[in-house]
């Protein structure tokens, strides 16, 4: 750096050698050449350029804060150019795309819960409303797992610049607090095109941790030695919807899951079909629940007759409007599968 503010300085008296030694105005060749300095990588260049204008003390004051502003629009300026440059930024249309999956998600979420009365139409129509969401969801996700390792360092040198043009701004505006506040995070914060960034950062993370999240049990729930592969897919096919709406993923409970299979067994083998059992004990999905063991809160019950496809029955209860709503209930994190047969009932719960 002493190397870099002695160059400066050589520039400054050979500028200042008219035999007006009194003048106190920096000379517009330095001042220019400092501007250019603050623009540079080099941390070191650009500590020289703040450092030269104590050179000429209070008296540089106005002219040093002026040039410190056109510094900070020159790299306000180039964080835009970087954020709107698809080739420099790898995620230049993810808030667009976020804001729209987040306009989406609680449109279709609104049909979803919307009594259609079983109108085989009207279900036709919310399955292609969730395909679409499927396809932007999906394309959302693409874009939030590219590779930003570059993007970032880039836009921590321009705050790092940033954070200095503030704290120099403080200081010659007395404002020693302030100045020793000044930060990268901060200095983004303030600035358009930094609060962006920062905006699409989060959504990253939030995106993110929703696919993580599903994967971690998609994970759990494959390995429930105790569960079927029926009962596996099925808890697969729902939470894989569910993500689609920001929805907690459901786990698989063992005791929800007896309830449920034994529910399932007592309607094939006593031949009736409802919520409420003949058998003692088990009148209520609640009875049935606490009768299993289930520690933790029942919320649902669905009932499924006809096919023993996980899918036959997703898709049973998805256009079935009661049922399709205890599916993709916002409240509950656990789940219940109990297919025997032709017959399926499915639990939700909370702990």
Known sequence: MLKHLLIITITFTACRGTGEENDPTIP???????LQWMQNSDPGKREAAYRTFQLYGD??????????????QLHEKKLAEILGDE???PFAELEEIAENLKTERARIYALIKTDYKKDPGKIAMLHREVESLSKLHE???KIASKNGESLTQTIESVAAALSEVDREINLVDGNKTAAN?????RALEQSYEGSVYLQTKETIVRLTREISDLESTHTDNDACDWANPSQKTFART?????????LTPLRLEERLSQAAVDHSRDMASLGFFAHESPVPGKKSPGDRARKAGFQGGWSGENIFMGSGSPQAAYNAWF?????????F?????????GPHGKHWTMMTGRR
């Open 319 to 327: 256009g079935s409007d009661g049922h399709r709503f205890i599916m």
């Open 238 to 246: 729902l939470n894989s919807f569910r993500a689609l709406f920001a």
């Open 87 to 89: 080739r420099a930024n």
């Open 28 to 34: 517009p060749l330095v001042v220019k050449k400092a």
């Open 181 to 185: 506040e000044s930060a990268p995070a």
């Open 59 to 72: 008296e540089g004051g106005a002219i040093y804060r002026r040039t410190l502003e056109k510094a900070r």
């Open 139 to 141: 394309r959302a996700l």
């Open 329 to 337: 209930a916002s409240g509950p994190n656990l789940i219940g599968v």
